[in-house]
């Protein structure tokens, strides 16, 4: 179980001799807290963005789905005029034609718009994607920066501290 910013904050270390500063540990664990706050925060934004992201694309997909079924019944009625037209005469054969191109341009014309339309959704998802995994790879590369192994490597000897206590007291 990942780690929460009270655990961070309620960790106590033992003392020893010549340990380290408790202040500068404390000051420390207070800088990582709000980062890992920071952190939290940034990820559950990303979260909520990406859900509004789908929510949308499903939105979209629905729309398709309505439009798609509106040609299809558009094809059926121009069909059902056409039957109608060709027993009452040339002349309205001739009028449902017209009707039914108009219909099915219009409905052509209107799933064009919407391929398009998905199109952008899944250029923009990708996009956002990309971005989603930079910041995520980002974010891993500063974790496995050898800076922290450095931190946890640098010792003061106590006789430069008593030096510069004696230096701030003057």
Known sequence: MPLTPLDI???????????????EVNEFLDQIIKDYELLIREKKELEEKLNSMHER???????????????IVAQEAAEEVRRHAQK???LIIKEAEKNADRIVNE???????????????????????????MLIEAQLD?????????????E??????KVLQEDTLT
């Not at 904050?9 to 408790?22: A, I, L, Q």
């Open 9 to 23: 904050h309620n960790k106590e270390f033992s003392k020893g001799f010549r340990g380290y500063d408790e202040d």
């Open 57 to 71: 694309l499903s939105h979209f997909t629905n729309i398709e789905e309505t439009l798609n079924k509106s040609i």
């Open 88 to 90: 009452e005469s040339k």
């Open 107 to 133: 409905s052509l014309s209107k799933a064009r718009k919407i391929a398009i339309e998905i199109e952008d959704l899944k250029k923009q998802s990708k996009v956002f994607r990309t971005r989603f995994r």
């Open 142 to 154: 500063m974790l496995k920066n050898d800076d922290w192994d450095k931190l946890m490597e640098f």
């Open 156 to 161: 003061i000897d106590a006789s430069e501290l």
